[in-house]
Structures are given as structure tokens and as C-alpha cells.
């Protein structure tokens, strides 16, 4: 089984992979207080990613001493600031959304209360499952939507994953996929175990 550390650095690295680029930047590796040798090491990781370099991305962010608070830390800005903006949405406050998304790429990219209506209809379509939609005006205003929760609902989730899934956090799916890309089998199942979580073993099974 891997090391705590590995397991770390897997859950650190799945906050890059999960769209959170497109709507905080590397912004929110600052509030959450991260020096800049840390805040390098997310972008490097992000890009080696991208690469397909999934354990050369571990690596880097352990390197640079990504650990357990850093990790909290992380998780406490994102939450912080995506609370802000959906409060902001929900109450259709384009001043409090400009607070919220200060110093982001998407204020940049929703810099007008027009665009702000365009971006709160988006924000509703995604809601009511008409993903297609909400994508045809986020492209239009230059965003890259974030990926689609998975592991809701019963039996298969919205990506189709088993039941089982459901029970993960989605730091723990987000986790669980990078270890999977990286075909790490050991971290698979010592993330699978730190959840709780008991995996079927069926023969040609697929998730």
C-alpha cells in the first residue's frame, strides 16, 4: 500500500484536474495562503497532467511539500469562494458576484451585468441537467465549464459509475480517478479502503 503522502498528493493533484482553473486561477492557491514554490508546483502538475504525466504530477507536488494542511487549505479557499459566487448567483447580485470572482479568470470573462444574466442562465440549465445548453453560452463567454458531479443518484451515477462510487467524497472520486489514469492499482485501493469503501470484484467490470 502507498504512503500516506502518496495518498496527499493524489487528492492535492485532483484539485487541478477538476475545472477549477477555469473559474478561480491560481488566485485561490494564494488565499489559501500557499507559497510561491507550492503555487508553481500546481501549475507544473497541471500541465504534466495534461501530458498524461500523472505520477511525474505526484511527484512534483510532494516535492514542493503539498501535504495534509496544504491540502485543507486549499479545499477551505475553493469552498469559500465557490459559496460566494452561488450565493451571488442565487440572490442575482451582480456586485456581490463582482466581489466574489475578483482577481479571477472569470471576471474577466463575466465583466458586464449582461454577461452576468447570460452566466446565471447557464448556471440554470446546468442545474436542470441541459448540459449542451449551459455549454453553447459559457463558450460564449469564454469559460470552460467545470466537469459534471458524477456518483449522484441511484444505481449508476450521471458518468455512468457504479453505486458503490456514490459513497466517495468528490475530493475521494476526484482522487480516485487520478490514480486510475495512473494505472497505480495499490493507490486505488487505499483510497478505496481510507473511504471506507468496499469495492465488488466482478470480472469485467468497468468504472
Known amino acids: 500500500m502507498k504512503s500516506k503522502p502518496f495518498l496527499i498528493a493524489i487528492a492535492a493533484f485532483a484539485v487541478t484536474a477538476t475545472g477549477v482553473q477555469a473559474y478561480q486561477g491560481t488566485q485561490i492557491l494564494e488565499r489559501a495562503g500557499l507559497n510561491d514554490e507550492q503555487i508553481e508546483a500546481f501549475e507544473a502538475a497541471r500541465e504534466l497532467k495534461e501530458a498524461g504525466k500523472y505520477k511525474a504530477a505526484r511527484d512534483t507536488l510532494l516535492e514542493a511539500g503539498v501535504n495534509e494542511d496544504v491540502i485543507k487549505s486549499v479545499h477551505k479557499a475553493l469552498h469559500e469562494q465557490r459559496d460566494a459566487i452561488h450565493d451571488a448567483v ?6 456581490a458576484f463582482k466581489e466574489a ?56 451515477g450521471m458518468m455512468g459509475r457504479p ?31 481510507e473511504a471506507g469503501v468496499e469495492r465488488p470484484q466482478h470480472k469485467g467490470m468497468h468504472w
Do not use: C
Open 90 to 95: 442565487m440572490a442575482e447580485d451582480y456586485e
Open 163 to 193: 453505486d458503490f462510487l456514490s459513497d466517495l467524497t468528490k475530493e475521494q472520486r476526484d482522487a480516485l480517478e487520478v490514480a486510475k489514469k495512473a494505472n497505480d492499482k495499490e493507490a486505488v485501493k487505499a483510497i478505496l479502503k
Open 101 to 156: 470572482v475578483a482577481g479571477t479568470p472569470l471576471q474577466e470573462a463575466v465583466d458586464s451585468e449582461d454577461d452576468f444574466k447570460r452566466f446565471i442562465t447557464a448556471h440554470d440549465l446546468r442545474e436542470a441537467g441541459k448540459w449542451n445548453e449551459a455549454k453553447v453560452i459559457l463558450d460564449d463567454l469564454g469559460i470552460e465549464p467545470p466537469q459534471r458531479m458524477s456518483g449522484m443518484g441511484r444505481g449508476k
